[in-house]
């Protein structure tokens, strides 16, 4: 009896193989083998493909299934503008370390070097947008370019595979077998002899305060933070994508995020700093020019990449291994004794209260319209550490990144390394599937919303609990008061109304409008209750804005 098989289901079986849950895409000639073979595989285990609506927002949702299980996210499109309409997507995913592999289709092979329907050098396009790029010219070895794609996009710094699959490859015959599960790398921790130094800059340090980014957020390494932070409370600042490191017990050592202009408590904190122990930090996040700029402190650069040095980025130590690991081995050997000074805590004290402070919700807003920070304050009181919050792109995510709280890791999920429009709805479509029963709210501008507005569909079509809030003003908002800022007057941010509460009930969902803040938090119950897909359309008054930027630093000039 024959083991031939068709490379598409080679390629499906090293899918099970790996874990894979879901294929999300656009179908197309080029890719049609694979989309019948995963629609008509007897197998339950085959992965349940997904169709969106638009190339670069079934990468969003894979780039989103990265960055919540930290496995990566599949989609899969045709030829052409199929694989292009990808780019935006995956080049946010590689930098902002979301693991995706991204299966394109390409032209038959014959065909590859003709002027043809929708030949294009997707390999060589993609070369740029993702770690690693291939172009399979054999069906036998469909599952080791799946496999090895799946491995690059895994291993530090994580982020984007592509594959160009030429369709006759996918159709063709294979009679070698597929890769096994991959095995997991385990990498060493820090030598004793490093983490003694580290000790020691710790000992004599006055103010070491934790920078906790990116890679500080998987659950392992989330972990090994708070037990370390048990035995040594240091205070904290966290990068917009290492939101949730602190927990509800360790509150006291939160002071903040920094990721968008050099003006906040945790900027502060860090100037202040004579030694900043770094995790899992990523220039890309914010880059050391905003928060280094004239420190004479010690730097402690702890992750499992290796940092990249610049004039204003030279760590005084460099530890590139296992994160959790090291933080594991750090906190065995740091003495019992340790603890900040009555000075130093004293400041740190004072600091919480200039903080806390800000959250003052302000009263006095246009007719009509809701404060930026009464929605922070309703949709706070209205979560539990369950709560996935994805957040799009815009003023609002400014509001949010300084303002709300989280409890759990890659629960608040931002673009901050691309500022990518659009991914907030296909990012909460992703947590909607993986974390099936638990809230999930996504938080648009009226801007952003409509980049991936039409996979409201795909929510609706999937039947997922999704709370979509637009914060609604009629301008790309968050370049217009930068550009008052600079030049006295905007330009180029108007666009025109859109009725949101009709366009939800065009797509089948549910829509809701707040007229005034004295029923915001009304609203937001009914769509909390509400089940599948709901929008909820929020006037919000912007005037405050300016204060965004102004407030910086005394060192800083605006």
Partial sequence: MSNEKRGSQALIQTMINQGVKYVFGIPGAKVDQLFEDLTYSDDPRTPKLIVARHEQNAAF????????????????????????????????????????????????????????????????????????????????????????????AISPKAGAAFISLPADVLSDKVNRPEVKPLTKHENGRAADATLDQIIELLKHAKLPVILAGMRASTPENTAAIRS?????????????????????????????????????????????????????????????????????????????????????????????????????????????????????????????????SENKVPTDVKPGTVHPLAIVRALQERVDDDTTVTVDVGSHYIWMARHFRIYKPRHLLFSNGMQTLGVSLPWAIAAALVRPGKPVVSVSGDGGFLFSGQELETAVRLNLNIVQLIWNDGYYDMVKFQEIAKYGKPAGVQFGPVDYVKYAESFGARGLRVTSPDDLGTTLDQAFKTKGPVIVDIPVDYSDNIKLKSALLKDILN
């Fill in 61 to 152: 949702i894979a780039a989103g299934i990265g960055r919540l299980t930290g496995k990566p996210g599949v989609v899969a499109t045709t030829s052409g503008p199929g694989v292009s309409n990808l780019v935006t997507g995956l080049i946010t995913a590689t930098t902002e370390a979301d693991p995706v592999v991204a299966l394109g289709g390409q032209v038959p092979r014959d065909d590859l070097a003709r002027l043809t329907h929708q030949s294009i050098l997707s390999k060589e396009l993609m070369a740029n947008a993702t770690k690693s790029s291939v172009e399979v010219q054999d069906a036998n070895n469909l599952s080791e370019a799946f496999a090895n794609a799946y491995q690059s």
């Fill in 228 to 356: 370390l932070l048990k035995k040594f409370p240091l205070p904290v600042v966290e990068t917009y994508q290492g939101a949730g490191i602190i927990s509800h017990e360790l509150e006291d050592d939160f002071f903040g995020r920094v990721g968008l202009f050099r003006n906040q408590i945790g900027d502060t904190l860090l100037k202040r700093s004579d030694l900043v122990v770094s995790i899992g930090y990523d220039p890309v996040e914010y880059e050391a020019r905003n928060w280094n700029v004239d420190r004479t402190g010690k730097v402690v650069n702890i992750d499992d990449v290796a940092p990249e040095i610049s004039k204003d980025y030279q760590p005084d130590v460099i530890v590139v291994a296992d994160i959790a690991g090291s933080l594991d081995a750090l906190a065995d050997r740091l003495p019992g004794e340790f603890k900040l000074s009555a000075d130093t805590s004293k400041t740190l004290d004072n600091l919480r209260q200039e903080f806390d």
